[in-house]
């Protein structure tokens, strides 16, 4: 099969009928043989009926409905367990991604040799309060993953030769960092492609402001997992005892000076009267947490919890 096209989406009954026709036309255009996977994330209008009624009348279209909302990136992951195509392709379920884009794609894919695209919507029909904070993070994400020739980490425009999606696991919210897991994952090879970006004709966004906020907060941990998240110890054992080390120098130093004064005849104050006496112990304190947050950090990075165990109600194969 060349195409695998995964279309996440949450109440988007109005605009599929036109998508599914508009990427349809698109396949038969280029003699393409594909799949959509539509991957219902617990929408509460009708967008399931709508995917049956699809499914009814085209056998390409394949189907995941989810008991609740999860979320994008579970979605994408469902989604992409049940691709088969050689290229997977994701777009978003508002029209607002083109399927006129897809045979761009699957060509700097298979012929180009890129192991994932990326698409960039260079002219957007989104507000300010949008695309200012979008920008700030796109720079932020270049600078933390060195992916440096991506502008748009977050379009839900992109193309995947099939072993990438098959060997990253998007969990949480880190589809906004799928290039970023793919690199990790080894795959280097990633491209961008300039894309149209289509007013949104149907409904409203489903995403708010504080979805920027929790991208630097996913960013941070992606970048932390990447460095340190098989080695714990060493970034939390390290600070540990550096700080568990300053406060016994400074405890040291602190009776060393008492029993001196002593030894020459001059009492002076109790150590406990002294604030420095009460900096080193924290310090040995905080120290010692480091450590052990280190330890447990370890143990539990050796374990292997099911954290993509999401609740299926129905298939369409």
């Keep these: 099969m060349d195409i695998s096209v995964v279309v996440p989406l949450f109440n988007e009954a109005e605009s599929l009928p036109e998508l599914h026709a508009w990427i349809q036309r698109v396949m038969q255009a280029n003699n393409f043989s594909y799949e959509i996977i539509f991957v219902n994330d617990g929408s509460t209008d009708h967008s399931w009926d709508v995917i049956e009624e699809l499914s009814k009348k085209d056998g390409n279209v394949k189907a995941i409905k989810f008991r609740r909302n999860y979320g994008k990136s579970p979605a994408l992951y469902c989604g992409f367990k049940k691709a088969q195509g050689n290229v997977v392709i994701t777009m978003d379920a508002d029209l607002q991604d083109s399927p006129d884009e897809i045979p761009g794609l699957y060509h700097m894919i298979k012929d180009e040799g890129y192991d994932l695209v990326s698409g960039y919507k260079q002219k957007r029909y989104d507000p300010l309060s949008k695309t200012i904070p979008t920008k700030l993070f796109n720079a932020t994400a270049r600078k933390i993953s060195g992916i440096h020739n991506l502008h748009d980490f977050n379009c839900g425009l992109k193309a995947y030769r099939r072993d990438v999606v098959k060997n990253i696991e998007v969990y949480g919210e880190m589809h906004r960092?799928?290039?970023?897991?793919?690199?990790?994952?080894?795959?280097?090879?990633?491209?961008?492609?300039?894309?149209?970006?289509?007013?949104?004709?149907?409904?409203?966004?489903?995403?708010?402001?504080?979805?920027?906020?929790?991208?630097?907060?996913?960013?941070?941990?992606?970048?932390?997992?990447?460095?340190?998240?098989?080695?714990?110890?060493?970034?939390?054992?390290?600070?540990?005892?550096?700080?568990?080390?300053?406060?016994?120098?400074?405890?040291?130093?602190?009776?060393?000076?008492?029993?001196?004064?002593?030894?020459?005849g001059v009492y002076g104050d109790l150590l406990s009267q002294h604030a420095s006496f009460f900096v080193a112990l924290t310090a040995l304190i905080l120290g010692s947490q480091f450590f052990l947050a280190g330890f447990i950090g370890d143990l539990i990075s050796r374990q292997n919890p099911s954290r993509n165990d999401y609740q299926i109600e129905k298939e369409i194969d």
Aim: with cysteine; glycine share 12%.
């Design 177 to 264: 960092y799928i290039p970023y897991l793919a690199k990790n994952a080894g795959f280097t090879k990633i491209g961008e492609k300039v894309v149209h970006h289509q007013a949104r004709k149907y409904g409203h966004s489903k995403f708010g402001i504080n979805r920027f906020f929790n991208g630097y907060l996913d960013l941070l941990t992606l970048w932390f997992l990447t460095n340190f998240g098989k080695k714990p110890m060493h970034v939390f054992g390290f600070i540990g005892s550096i700080v568990f080390f300053i406060g016994f120098l400074s405890l040291c130093w602190l009776f060393g000076e008492k029993i001196y004064n002593l030894c020459n």
